[in-house]
Structures are given as C-alpha cells and as structure tokens.
C-alpha cells in the first residue's frame, strides 16, 4: 500500500472514530489510541524514533520507539477529538472530565497557562466548574463553552491581539481567570531553552502577570482510562510582578525562563504527553522538515 492511500484509510478511521465519540467516547479515544500507536508503528512517523531520541537522549532505542507510538497514541486522540468536538460540542466530552483538588483550589485573579501538552482540547469542559469569570484565549474558534467560559480569538493583526490584551487586563482586576496557551506564538515572543533546545513563548502571559500582578499557573490535562484529567501546577516563580521597581522585560523573561523550567521537568517526568506540535517546535523551531 502507498503511502498516500495508507494516511487516506487512517484519516478514515478516524473520522469513524470521531462519530463514534459521539455516542461512547471512551470507547472511540481508547481505540484511537491504538490505531495512532500502528499508524507510529507503520510509518514510523508522527513522530520518528530518531526524533524522540533527539529530545530525550538519554532514553535507549527501544524506549525511544516505544515513546514514539505512545506520542502517536496521543496525536491519534487529539485528533479525533478535535473532530469529534466539531462536529457536536464539547458535551460528549463533559462526562469524562475530572478535575485535582489544585484545579478545585484555584483563586483568582488568575493566569492559566497551558501547553500543548496531554489532552489539549479537554480543558474547555474544565474550566466551565470555575466559580469566577473566565476569558479563554485561543487562537480561532473550536467550540462554545458554558458560562463562566467566554472564549476569545487571538486571530488577526496586532490591533486585534492589542484588544485582547487590554481586555485581558480588565479580566484581572475584576477579578476573573485569563486562560492562555504559552507555546503558541502568535505575535511577541520571549526566547528560552527547553530539553536543550531553544523554543518560542507567547510574551502576552507574562506581560500580563508583571502589570497586573496576577500568579501564573501551569494548566495540564492528561488522558487515562477514565477519560481526561486536569491538573493545576504551583503558581511560577521568578519575578516580581505588579509594576514594582526593576526592567519589565527582565522580569517577563524571568518568568518566562521558570515557565521553561517547568515544563522541561514536567516532560522529562511524563515524556508520554508531549504534544507533535510541540516536539516539532522543539526540534525544527519556524523551520519544519
């Protein structure tokens, strides 16, 4: 079989998988978990061993295929839940997720940050138990969330993402949560290294945090055989915020550099969840094969 007509008949099953989902979406995400960890296997792609080997060296041969299939599993899952969440909401997946008591204790202001890390698109469904308002940035429009969620394109030139930022700001000192995906660059970046490796941030977080004074805080969710799990991490450490006395952008990249720390730790310690969007930022920066 060529190559062309194999990634047909995956993107196939996949999409029967998605209307699966519909109906009994554990079941669809645990089997896409498979057929991503063959597709691995086949095309030895999505990601390569040599890739994974790259990121995580001290890994061997063996565990590095192994972790490429389970990074596959995991681009297979997101996949067939981004078109399963587009194609009936993101009811199907409110059944399965849970929340850790960090998320449950969470208080605003706020700044969540994520990553495309785990199970990306579940944090919607998360976010809705929140007690206060929450602005989620993101760029385009996937779904609508229930309120206390309002979701708020990133989309456009720098007149649009100035708005957002503004609105942002207001979000905090009413005392709301703002939710961000850190590794996604959109305008202003600030550079810091991860697995040895030079990588891109959105400034925007960071920027907010020093002018508001609002904690940052890492925002994961994970797959399991329950369903999706969110966890909340300890606010981030490195700068003073609040427009105190120092340089501003010292500061940013002070939190940007402990934001980096952060999630190299969190991928060394769950290599598993390391999104293909990200390893290929990681390894190729703005230059992809």
């Known amino acids: 079989m060529s190559a062309d007509r194999a990634r047909e008949s995956f993107d196939q099953v996949e999409a029967r998988l998605s209307r699966l989902a ?10 896409s978990a498979v057929v991503g960890a063959i597709r691995n296997r086949l095309s030895r792609k999505w990601p ?6 790259a990121l995580f060296p001290h890994l061997g041969r063996l565990a590095a295929l ?9 681009e297979a899952r997101n996949r067939v839940q981004v078109r399963c969440i587009t194609r009936s909401g993101l009811a199907p997946l409110r059944p399965l997720v849970s929340v850790a008591g960090s998320f449950a204790a969470l208080q605003a202001p706020c ?6 890390v785990g199970a990306t698109h579940a944090l919607a469904p998360a976010l809705e138990r929140l007690t206060k308002p929450v602005l989620a940035l993101r760029l385009g429009s996937l779904a609508t969330p229930r309120p206390p969620v309002e979701m708020l394109t990133t989309e456009g ?10 609105r942002s700001i207001l979000q905090l000192e009413r005392g709301g949560f703002v939710v961000m995906a850190v590794d ?4 202003a970046w600030v550079d810091v ?6 990588l891109r941030l959105a400034r925007g977080p960071f920027a907010l945090s020093r002018l508001s004074g609002a904690p940052i805080v890492p925002l994961v969710s994970r797959w399991s055989r329950r369903g999706v799990h969110v966890i909340a991490a300890d606010p981030l450490q490195g700068t003073q915020c609040g427009g105190h006395a120092g340089d501003g952008t010292d500061s940013e990249q002070a939190l940007a550099d402990a934001a980096a720390v952060w999630l190299e730790r ?6 598993s969840e390391l999104g293909l969007g990200l390893l290929r930022s990681l390894l190729y920066g703005l230059n992809p094969p």
Do not use: N, S
């Not at 700044?111 to 495309?116: D, K, Q, R, S």
């Not at 969190?266 to 290599?271: G, H, I, K, M, N």
């Open 48 to 53: 390569a061993t040599d890739e994974v080997e």
């Open 157 to 166: 030139g720098e007149q649009q993402r100035a708005a957002v930022f503004h």
């Open 266 to 271: 969190y991928l060394l310690d769950a290599p």
């Open 193 to 198: 290294t991860c697995l040895g490796r030079p």
């Open 184 to 187: 996604v660059v959109p305008g």
């Open 111 to 116: 700044i969540l940050a994520t990553f495309h």
């Open 66 to 74: 192994r972790l490429a299939a389970r990074i596959g599993a995991l």
């Open 22 to 31: 519909e109906r009994r979406p554990r079941l669809a995400f645990a089997a």
